[in-house]
């Protein structure tokens, strides 16, 4: 796998690539704390600047965590397309009714009463510290290659990682 290394807009584009085609993430928080705390996140948004955006319950233990540390984890994956990508960084609460509204879909019923419940806030991160895997083929395509690469004693292209720092 090589090594490609992003920088400044580049990483920002790499960051929303990644986090809109893979889509759920594992939002860590209380980082200092073990067991740290994990939940199962959609991702929302991710605007011009990396920062990846969410819907999430004003009461919910993240949300307290966050007020405690802003300190997040982001663990994103997408093994059939072998797409990774783990983030540090930094979260924000936001009670900004027009950012809701844009953000909020017919979906997010399931958690919410409406875009105008009043528990519901939106989570902001701006990325500090990220790294990537990106195979750029499914998981077949990519054993594929293993094994070509196995009979043929060449190593395969399976792809890029590298960091990516904004």
């Known amino acids: 796998m090589a090594t490609k290394n992003l ?16 889509d759920f993430t ?6 200092f704390s073990l067991p740290i705390h994990a939940i199962p996140m959609s ?10 955006w969410f819907l999430s319950n004003k009461n919910s233990e993240h949300n307290a965590n966050i007020q405690k540390s802003n300190d997040v984890h982001l663990f994103y994956s997408k093994a059939m397309s072998m797409e ?23 979906s997010d ?11 519901i806030t939106a989570i902001k991160v701006t990325p500090k510290d990220a790294h990537y895997w990106d195979t750029k083929n499914n998981i077949l395509v990519s054993m594929l290659k293993m094994g070509i690469g196995a009979i043929t004693g060449k190593k395969a292209d399976l792809g890029e990682q590298g960091e990516l720092s904004v």
Do not use: C, H
């Open 7 to 22: 920088f400044n807009k580049e990483a920002q584009n790499k960051i929303k690539e990644l986090a809109e085609s893979i």
């Open 26 to 31: 594992m939002l860590a928080t209380d980082l």
């Open 43 to 52: 991702t929302k948004r991710v605007d011009d600047l990396g920062q990846i």
């Open 84 to 106: 990774f990508m783990n983030l540090y960084g930094k979260a924000e609460i936001v009670i900004d009714k027009g950012i809701i509204e844009d953000l909020y879909q017919k």
């Open 109 to 119: 019923d399931n958690w919410f009463k409406g875009k105008d419940d009043p528990n």
